[in-house]
């Protein structure tokens, strides 16, 4: 069946310009992650999202980033006045229920700020 | 959160036996001990998990010390598709996001 969706895979922007990443979640699941991983680095959390309960926003690295889950479905990770320290990885991952089921993972959205 | 400690890489034989350690000394009542892993290039990918019994699956078993401090993922026979870096995270119902730390980077030997 078909696993988590993102798009694009690979973003080529301009500093200062503002970018959004799509993540198209596996059909069903309630639960929803965003991750960023940095060269080399580990991942790093940024949001998740749960059903209709309020987003937990505690790993956004400033207010340059927010996310919505439009009816409970696709996701999109918006960065504003992209800076050249965003560049990494940006991986999204759902889940059946959140909690402790299985977190699927999409292939990445490589972006690079030049 | 919990915190887990993982050696930084390890190196195995092909076709061989693996054995990947995880500490989690602060470990809560409630706390899962899930693995995954990521192969060079993709996202992370699920293992296995367990609570408090040893747990086999097709990819691999988990055994948890009998104290629940520490947590050992086996790999029976590694091929070289299991070279990936491997993160043991403490998880409970109560904690929703995955942490993950940096890992153990598993190089498999041919």
């Known amino acids: 069946g078909a696993g988590v969706s993102q798009s694009p895979s690979n973003k080529v922007t301009e500093k200062g310009k503002d970018v959004e990443l799509r993540c198209d979640p596996i059909?069903?699941?309630?639960?929803l992650y965003w991750y960023r991983q940095s060269l080399g680095q580990g991942l790093e959390f940024l949001i998740y999202?749960?059903?209709?309960?309020?987003?937990?926003k505690s790993g956004l690295p400033s207010d340059r980033f927010s996310a919505e889950r439009t009816g409970g479905s696709v996701s999109t990770l918006t960065i504003q006045r992209t800076q050249q320290e965003d560049s990494a990885v940006y991986l999204c991952?759902?889940?059946?229920?959140?909690?402790?089921?299985?977190?699927?993972f999409g292939q990445g959205t490589r972006l690079t700020v030049v | 959160d919990a915190k887990t400690t993982q050696p930084n890489s390890m190196e195995s034989n092909e076709e061989e036996p693996v054995h990947l350690p995880c500490n989690h000394s602060?470990?809560?009542?409630?706390?899962?001990i899930h693995w995954y892993r990521q192969l060079p290039s993709q996202g992370p990918e699920y293992v296995i998990h367990?609570?408090?019994s040893n747990v086999n699956n097709r990819m691999a078993s988990l055994a948890i010390a009998e104290d629940r401090k520490s947590s050992t993922l086996i790999l029976h026979r590694a091929t070289l598709r299991d070279a990936a870096v491997y993160y043991c995270i403490l998880r409970d119902s109560g904690n929703e996001k995955l942490t993950f730390g940096t890992g153990t980077r598993l190089t498999i030997i041919p």
């Open positions: 999202f749960q059903g209709n309960s309020a987003p937990d």
């Open positions: 059909s069903g699941h309630t639960a």
């Open positions: 367990g609570l408090i």
């Open positions: 602060t470990i809560s009542g409630t706390d899962y």
């Open positions: 991952a759902s889940s059946l229920r959140g909690g402790l089921t299985e977190a699927f």
